[in-house]
């Protein structure tokens, strides 16, 4: 799911990428089919393009809001997610991070041989630097990296509970836990560590043992999750009496279906019957 100043955009994975006012719509415009179960969109405002991983086409694509396709980049292992900066769009892929031009081509590499998938990259224009989460830890590398990066929390060989999403906010990095397949995604959570680095990642408070936890939104004061089809509200410092519950029935797949503007929330919903939901915040 990806959003503009007008029109949300989602995908499924039957391969089709659609739009859909943000005001609301009987029947989603049709951008094109041609996709193989895709992964994570991005609109990239600079050059008014949607990028899409397009994960079993082993490709990234770029479309214009209409539906036209500008460039598409094959050859890609197992693209996941995309995120982007001021100077270039980032792809995380099977093997690490990507740097891509703002049309989507002149691949380079920002973080190699990294051993698991990245599922998830943040950037933090503050400090030029990349945040990848697999499912077992986070790492860091410089945006201008050839390559070389470094474990910013946890490591391949200890677990960090299936990450799902990494964000960059004020002055610490966040990530969202789905939890453990042993423990029935029953202690999935929401985690944290200042950009500076730390020994251990912090649980946040009142944000622990969840089920199924997924997707992760900040705002100013506030963290914003989905566990359990239910989406909640933590302040940064925790919420130990516990989170404030603001809808259920919210039931996004993974992290990439869910995103926010200044005014709304919005979930592309896997549970009810499907569809694109909008929450006031």
């Known amino acids: 799911m990806a959003l503009d100043a007008v029109n949300v955009y989602f995908a499924t994975f039957q391969g089709g990428l659609y739009s859909c006012p943000k005001t609301g719509c ?9 996709l193989n179960s895709p992964d994570s969109l991005l609109y990239d405002g600079m050059s008014n393009h949607i990028f899409v991983a397009d994960t079993n086409n082993s490709a990234v694509e770029a479309y214009s809001t209409s539906g036209a396709l500008i460039s598409q980049l094959t050859g890609q292992a197992f693209p996941f997610w995309l995120s982007a900066d001021t100077t270039a769009v980032y792809l995380g892929l099977s093997w690490g991070i990507e740097r891509l031009s703002r049309n989507g081509l002149a691949p380079s590499p920002v973080a190699a041989n990294v051993p698991s998938t990245v599922l998830s990259v943040a950037v933090d224009a503050a400090s030029a630097t990349l945040y990848g989460a697999t499912a077992s830890a986070i790492i860091e590398a410089s945006t201008t990296s050839t390559g070389a990066w470094t474990y910013f929390a946890g490591t391949d060989t200890h677990p960090q509970l299936n990450v799902q999403q990494v964000i960059v906010s004020g002055s610490s990095v966040y990530w969202v836990a789905f939890g453990n397949n042993d423990g029935m995604h029953t202690d999935g959570g929401i985690f944290s560590c200042p950009k500076s680095g730390c020994a251990q990642p ?16 900040p705002d100013a004061t506030d963290l914003y999750y989905v566990a359990s089809s239910t989406l909640y509200r933590c302040p940064f410092g925790g919420c130990g009496g516990g989170a404030t519950q603001l809808a259920s029935g919210v039931g996004p797949l993974q992290a990439s279906s869910c995103a926010q503007d200044a005014t709304s929330f919005y979930f592309l919903n896997a549970t009810s019957g499907g569809g694109v939901q909008r929450l006031a915040k």
């Open 202 to 217: 912090t649980p946040i408070p009142g944000a622990q043992s969840l089920r199924e936890a997924i997707c992760i939104l």
């Open 26 to 34: 009987a029947t989603a415009s049709t951008l094109t089919t041609a």
